[in-house]
């Protein structure tokens, strides 16, 4: 290198008002010399170690940055920031309290006392630690961004090739060589290129479905990321050839770093699922509710604790009475515990636990359980098309080989999907009859091919897969379909034990001898071949027009050759056109049996003069001259099978679909007519944007075209255009469920509702942003998962309306017998076990209710759909009432009842007393004469040397029979909840069998804390004789019976409800 070349090299950097961080510079748009010039550099000589010094102090090193997540404290605060998490931390802090200044009192009591805290803080604390090990994966799709970044690189600074510097050390400026399978380490433009072509694998970062092409030449300053042909990104892959780069943007400037950056900014702003909303919302107007019950119990009973005389018409002589006061507070406590279903978080986690299992049956992985609630009120996916829509797969469509004259061609529809040669066959083709002419294109497809094929699945499931360019392994499928001519068919070798036998037997046949590279100018790839009879071929295969332009005659059907004349190439330009409106690419085949005479004699060696002709790359446009074109081929990336099916089934259940992919418009567009998100012969000039132009729209037009029912298609779509589509379409208030398997997809998947990655062809950014991931990367399962997940949801309703209506009985119960003044009748630990036990198990077991067979042909729900509907709650309200009646009225009954219905209640020898005397049990320590009779409770006597203890110790079998009634009441509505509006006779309970099993559990669970003697003291109950329990039964069954009569009025009034329903959200909708 001269002088000046050091020179240029070690020459100062920009000035810092031309050069800063993250300086817009468009090296696209330039050519060589002027990138060179505006970085300081030369090629040859790279940067000195000043200048490395001096840009790093600008651009740092070049690595992506680490955004620190929220403390392990601070998500521990976060799961605390819910209403009725909030709601429950009072209860028990308080329960606490209370039970601590009880302490001092001793006995058996106090035991009792400390369960329910105790028990209401551990669901606390469970609850904080799930929801704290879902938010702390967070972040692992930043860490997984980082994994595919280069961690080596070949520089040239200060004249000398480092061979293996640390790619953070990399700046702008810095000469970069790549090699075949390099990573890219930054993002940089071409200056030159070593080999003939470069290939790089960017279908991650850009949606592409291939591999592309990489230049020198500047292109236009505006175009879109894929346009960008010289220039290289960084985590992508080269495939082919070697190049010399400039380093233009590092670490966060790359579009990598941009990527890294859209998807923290995504995880910043993650909203609450539908149900958690609802949640929220229920959780304040509990809130509201329990204060005006609380206040209300208290005004009640404000009597009993504070009373005054009025003198001279002011209140004088207060009496207050703290024990009095402390008792109604517990009462206050027992409403909120009676209130709040605190069984509920653990029942919808096992209920979605359970969902998820079953979607994982269906090749649906869902990596956050609240994600399966969320698909069921799915209203738009998003969809990429390469790999979700398509099989990511090349196949050949269509085959086209020349006629019985020159003007004339024919035609051939090839069937499949992937790279199984036993997949599909080619229409109206006779098996073992090849004519000349297809045995040529044969022999082209199977030789002048660098690709192969291969089974890598097993017996049962078998997956084929290539190796080697895809387009090329397609072409060997076909040859598989084609078959071999009858003479060499029986022939075919038993030595080859691959899937690719007909190739295998043309390799064999001709001899491959040399190889002509493909590079950008010609369009094309030779190989030179010598057959067993010792005759030179040349075959080649390439873009249609540049053969067209290099043959001078077509081989016709019988074999015989035919000068090329303007009927003949117009009629094999006319197939080009058809098979590329139909956005296939095609690929010609030709071939020449008259080889310049220094090849006669060549058969490889690198000795022979004919070896140094073709080291030469220039010389293989004159050595492909004069070709006998012979037929063209159509090939893509077909879309799966199932597809159009599922989109069907998409447009049936009211779920807008939305192609947004990185793949160009015409192929997408294709794609989109055969699927069906377009019809056949629809326009859809409205209806396909390129993501430049969506941008360019107005905010009102954005909103317009969104809104649009049916398909809609996003092609050459980067990153930043489908994070602003999903953004907007949630905005609209879309439920919104996006699909992708690279890097450019996951600030996208991490914003929407539901992110689908892809399990196969993902990238583990893609998996790691995502919320559920598709094991078998097909569209159809994400249909099959928005079922299952409306029916886990219908579900989920069934069992959260089952637990509130339980709830709302518990709230009568306390509220009545605070309103009538009798002793308390449930207490809170007994509540609390059966809201956390008792009625666990049925809620649980509501989850697994059969999906209504029309639960994919209605509309998806609305995001802020009711939980709890107006007659739902006018139901449940008079469910509520029945069970308070109920409690309260046993408890009443078997104080002042002798008999009820016949059934005989003084066997155990207890005293009746009036109403009047159990309503001021307050004043018996006033009554004249107040005696009562021991009784018995299984082998226990209870005696009492104070008469007025048989409210307090003696209460214990009303008690015991108050929430006997409770529980056998929640049991039967458990029934009431298998359907809405559904009468039992129409959906009887053996149609969900764990139903019935979980009411077993449960009354097993009640028999063991009423039959267990230690249980039942920390329980405060004891056992029940055969006739109480036929009490229990009594009043309990009519529950049924209630429900039954509100649903049949339901659904004789379902027509008016719906109708008021919609016109009360259609100002709202528009």
């Not at 000589?45 to 490395?52: F, T």
């Not at 559990?1001 to 405060?1020: D, K, N």
């Amino acid at each position: 290198m001269g002088k000046g070349g050091q020179d240029y090299g070690k020459s100062e950097l920009l000035d810092d008002t031309r050069e800063q961080k993250g300086e817009y510079y468009p090296a696209w748009s330039e050519d060589v010399r002027e990138c060179q010039e505006k970085y300081q550099v030369n090629k040859d000589y790279g940067l000195s170690a000043d200048d490395v010094i001096k840009r790093r102090q600008i651009h740092g090193f070049n690595e992506l940055e680490k955004h620190e997540g929220p403390s392990i404290l601070r998500l521990i605060l976060d799961q605390f920031n819910d209403t009725l998490v909030r709601i429950l931390l009072v209860a028990a802090v308080v329960s606490f309290v209370l039970a601590w200044c009880d302490g001092d009192e001793g006995g058996e009591m106090e035991i009792t006392a400390f369960v329910e805290p105790l028990v209401i803080f551990l669901i606390l604390i469970v609850n904080a630690i799930v929801g704290v090990w879902q938010e702390n994966n967070a972040e692992k799709a930043l860490e997984a961004l980082k994994e595919i970044q280069s961690e080596h690189a070949s520089v040239i600074r200060e004249g000398r090739k480092i061979s293996h510097l640390p790619a953070k050390e990399l700046v702008p400026g810095d000469i970069v060589e790549l090699r075949v399978g390099d990573k890219i380490p930054a993002d940089m433009r071409v200056l030159s290129l070593i080999s003939s072509t470069l290939r790089v694998e960017q279908g991650s970062l850009t949606g592409e479905s291939e591999a592309v092409s990489k230049t020198t030449k500047a292109v236009a300053e505006d175009v879109d990321i894929q346009g960008k042909k010289c220039m290289v990104f960084a985590g992508t892959t080269v495939v082919n050839g070697n190049c010399v780069c400039l380093v233009t943007q590092t670490g966060m400037s790359t579009e990598i770093g941009k990527v890294h950056s859209q998807i923290h900014e995504a995880s910043q702003s993650e909203d609450d699922t539908p149900l958690k909303k609802k949640l929220n919302e229920f959780g304040e107007v509990l809130t509201a509710i329990i204060g005006v019950i609380c206040s209300l119990v208290w005004l009640i009973n404000v009597k009993y604790f504070l009373s005054w005389e009025f003198v001279d018409g002011w209140p004088r002589n207060f009496k207050f009475s703290f024990e009095k006061c402390t008792y109604y507070f517990e009462i206050a406590v027992a409403l909120a515990v009676a209130a709040i279903p605190e069984g509920l978080p653990a029942v919808i986690t096992t209920c979605l636990a359970l969902g998820t299992r079953k979607m994982a049956a269906k090749n649906a992985l869902v990596r956050k359980l609240p994600s399966v609630e969320t698909l069921g009120c799915t209203t738009v996916i998003c969809s990429d098309k390469t790999g979700t829509l398509t099989t990511n797969q090349m196949a050949v469509a269509k085959l086209v080989a020349m006629g019985s004259e020159a003007n004339k061609v024919r035609s051939f529809d090839v069937q499949g999907t992937s790279y199984n040669p036993f997949d599909g066959k080619i229409q109206n083709w006779s098996e073992g009859q090849l004519d000349p002419n297809l045995m040529m294109i044969a022999k082209i497809a199977a030789i002048c091919n660098d690709a192969d094929v291969e089974n890598s699945g097993h017996e049962k499931s078998e997956h084929f897969v290539a190796n080697g360019m895809p387009t090329e392994a397609a072409l060997k499928v076909l040859v598989e379909k084609m078959g071999l001519p009858r003479e060499l068919g029986s022939s075919t070798s038993s030595e080859y034990d691959g899937v690719l036998r007909c190739s295998y037997k043309w390799n064999k046949i001709e001899q491959r001898i040399a190889t002509l590279e493909f590079d950008r100018d010609r369009k094309s790839m030779g190989v030179i071949v010598s057959s067993i009879t010792g005759k030179k071929l040349l075959l080649v295969k390439g873009a249609v027009e540049n053969l067209l332009e290099r043959s001078s005659y077509v081989q016709l059907l019988d074999g015989s050759i035919a000068e090329l004349n303007q009927s003949s190439r117009g009629v094999i330009l006319k197939s080009l056109n058809e098979m590329s409106t139909r956005a296939l690419r095609v690929l010609g085949f030709a071939y020449t049996d008259k080889l310049p005479e220094i090849f006669t004699t060549y058969n490889g060696n690198e000795d022979h003069p004919a070896h140094e002709l073709l080291m030469n790359p220039g010389n293989y446009s004159s050595i492909e001259s004069k070709l006998i074109f012979v037929g063209l081929a159509g090939l893509r990336d077909p879309p799966r099978k199932e597809v159009s099916e599922a989109i069907e089934d998409c447009r049936t259940a009211g779920i807008r679909v939305m192609v947004i992919t990185g793949d160009n418009k015409d192929t997408a567009e294709a794609i989109c007519h055969e699927i069906g998100v377009f019809g056949r012969d629809e326009t859809i000039s409205s209806r396909s944007l390129t993501g430049k132009e969506f941008t360019e729209l107005s905010a009102r037009d954005k909103d317009t075209h969104l809104a649009q029912s049916g398909g809609l298609l996003f092609s050459r779509a980067e990153p930043r255009h489908k994070q602003e589509i999903v953004r907007l379409l949630k905005d609209s208030g879309e439920v919104v469920a996006m699909t992708g398997d690279g890097v450019n997809d996951a600030p996208a998947l991490k914003l929407a509702d539901i992110g689908i990655a892809m399990g196969i062809a993902g990238t583990e950014v893609a998996k790691e942003a995502s919320d559920m991931v598709l094991a078998d990367d097909n569209f159809s399962t994400i249909v099959a998962a928005v079922g299952e997940g409306r029916s886990i949801y219908n579900n989920m309703k069934a069992f959260i309306r089952y637990m509130i209506s339980s709830n709302m009985g518990e709230v009568a119960s306390i509220f009545l017998t605070a309103a009538l003044g009798i002793p308390e009748g449930l207490i809170p630990v007994q509540l609390l076990w059966v809201n956390l036990v008792t009625d666990g198990p049925p809620a649980t077991a509501l989850g697994f209710n059969p999906p209504d067979k029309d639960i994919m042909k209605k509309p998806p729900r609305r995001s802020d759909d009711s939980l709890i509907s107006p007659w739902i709650l006018f139901r449940y309200l008079v469910i509520g009432s029945y069970v308070g009646l109920a409690t309260v009225g046993i408890f009443i009954i078997w104080y002042t009842q002798s008999s009820f219905l016949g059934i005989n209640l003084i066997g155990d020898g207890h005293s009746l007393v009036t109403y009047s005397q159990l309503a001021n049990w307050g004043q018996c320590h006033t009554w004249q004469n107040f005696s009562v009779s021991p009784f018995t409770a299984g082998t226990l006597e209870f005696k009492f040397d104070n008469p007025c203890d048989y409210f307090h110790e003696g209460k214990v079998k009303a008690m015991t029979l108050s929430l006997s009634v409770l529980v056998a009441i929640e049991m039967f509505n458990s029934l009431n909840a298998l359907s809405e509006d559904g009468s039992l006779v129409s959906m009887p309970p053996w149609v969900n069998p764990w139903l019935l099993l979980a009411m077993s559990v449960s009354f097993g669970l009640h028999f063991l804390i009423l039959y267990v003697p230690f249980l039942a003291r920390v329980f405060g109950i004891v056992p029940l004789s055969l006739n109480e329990w036929l009490l229990v039964l009594a009043i309990a069954l009519p529950v049924i019976l209630i429900d039954e009569i509100l649903k049949f009025v339901g659904r004789c009034t379902s027509g008016i409800r719906t109708s008021s329903a919609r016109r009360s959200t259609k100002p709202k909708a528009e």
